[in-house]
């Protein structure tokens, strides 16, 4: 895949950049990594900039992102409450635990959005929760712009920093999203034996 897309970029060039940058937040295996160091890379020997290079990068993130954002209003809480209250018996899930998640959500959200946006896979999923909670659309656009500037700033000038040696940085960054997908398997173990726990704690006292 990454010959593909250091191919697509130099045919294409900033659109190339825009158009696989969206792609990757509509579909996360694809590499931002990749495609953001290899465009800061391509300005030290083409006629492409850091600066357009960032430019059409967020351009692509943030309709990616709005896509994600669509699908996640379309389902919105109300379809996933009923969808809950038909087959949650078999996750042994409640409507009480969805109303839950999505105050927590409306509490955190723009923040969590704005973090997210630096963290390898939940940058471009976190944007699905933001619209099936109807988070107002122009904060979440300028908390989205905002957590993509900083990481495409950072892997584009980096980038373009190291030259010839930016597969280095796509290695570095390997290590980063491992670690990161890592962290979020043990934190959705943790969770799901916490709920584990109290569901049998709340079964044992309907019994006694």
Sequence with gaps: MENWITDFMEQFGYFGVFLLIALENVFPPIPSEV????????????????????????LGSVLGAVILYGIGYLVNVDRLEGWIERYGRFLRLKKEDIRRADAWFDRYGYWTVLFCRMIPLIRSLISIPAGMSKMKFGLFLLFT?????????????????????????????????????????????????LWLRRRKSGAREHQN
Excluded: H
């Design 35 to 58: 495609i953001l160091t290899f465009g800061g890379f391509m300005t030290t020997y083409t006629s492409m900039t850091p600066v357009g290079v960032i430019v059409f990068s967020t």
């Design 145 to 193: 712009t905002i957590g993509t500037l900083i990481w495409n700033v950072a892997l584009v000038l980096l980038g373009a920093a190291v030259g010839g040696s930016w597969e280095e940085i796509v290695a570095f960054m390997d290590v980063y999203s491992n670690i990161a997908y890592a962290v979020i398997a043990l934190g959705i173990l943790f969770v799901g034996v």
